[in-house]
């Protein structure tokens, strides 16, 4: 039972380049959230989905995309970097039964740095 | 949508004395409270967290309380130690978390 583990660990990219951050959990959780972290700040919400086949946006979704086609997996993809987007990314995923929450657990974290 | 206040943003005390750390909401229908502690370059770890039919938790050295009518909920640690020194998150949720922006606690041997 690895939790949640999120792929890479650290990434520099160039202005305009793209890239996809990866998320898998193998907890059967059906809630998975992306949040990006600036230093020395709090979490704000990219995106979450509720189950496979349905994402939603957060608070700052603006140059970021992401799918949820299985339970298990959902990336985060960055189209054309800006520096605005450096930052460390965490993934989360949580199981849901009538509106309560249980199992909220975050990956390891991806530290991005856009160039 | 949610709004999640959390004070102060930077707490010292000595060790063995007690920290305090206070959460305010907007959305009366958020029903789960949790607070984690992230230390330096880690992720955030879930130490206690309380849902909206209960007032009070207790684990240990920690504790958490919640006044449901004024939408404020409170983390206290008691018999602090150096250990205990890492930025504190409070979150209230429905369906989204909604994170306060963090206290970073210090705790001075």
């Known amino acids: 039972n690895a939790g949640v583990t999120q792929t890479p660990k650290f990434r520099i990219l160039k202005i305009g380049q793209s890239m996809t951050l990866q998320c898998t959990q193998d907890m059967n959780h059906n809630y998975m959230y992306w949040y990006r972290q600036d230093p020395g700040m709090g979490l704000k919400l990219i995106y979450y989905?509720?189950?496979?086949?349905?994402?939603d946006k957060g608070e700052v979704p603006n140059g970021y995309n992401v799918s949820r086609s299985t339970t298990e997996d959902f990336p985060l993809r960055l189209e054309l970097a800006a520096p605005s987007q450096t930052s460390v990314y965490f993934c989360?995923?949580?199981?849901?039964?009538?509106?309560?929450?249980?199992?909220?657990?975050f990956g390891s974290g991806t530290r991005l740095t856009v160039v | 949508g949610e709004n999640v206040e959390q004070h102060p943003s930077t707490l010292s005390v000595q060790e063995g004395d007690s920290a305090v750390i206070k959460c305010t909401y907007s959305d009366s229908a958020s029903n789960y409270f949790p607070w984690y502690k992230q230390e330096l370059g880690k992720r955030p770890q879930l130490i206690i967290d309380i849902r909206s039919n209960v007032g009070e938790k207790k684990d240990q050295r920690i504790a958490v309380t919640l006044n449901k009518t004024a939408k404020h909920f409170s983390l206290h640690i008691t018999e602090t130690q150096p250990e205990d020194s890492a930025v504190y998150f409070c979150?209230?949720?429905?369906?989204?978390?909604?994170f306060g922006t963090g206290t970073s606690l210090t705790v001075i041997p």
């Open positions: 989360a995923s949580s199981y849901v039964l009538g509106g309560t929450h249980s199992g909220y657990t």
């Open positions: 979150a209230a949720s429905r369906s989204q978390f909604y």
């Open positions: 989905s509720v189950g496979a086949g349905i994402t």
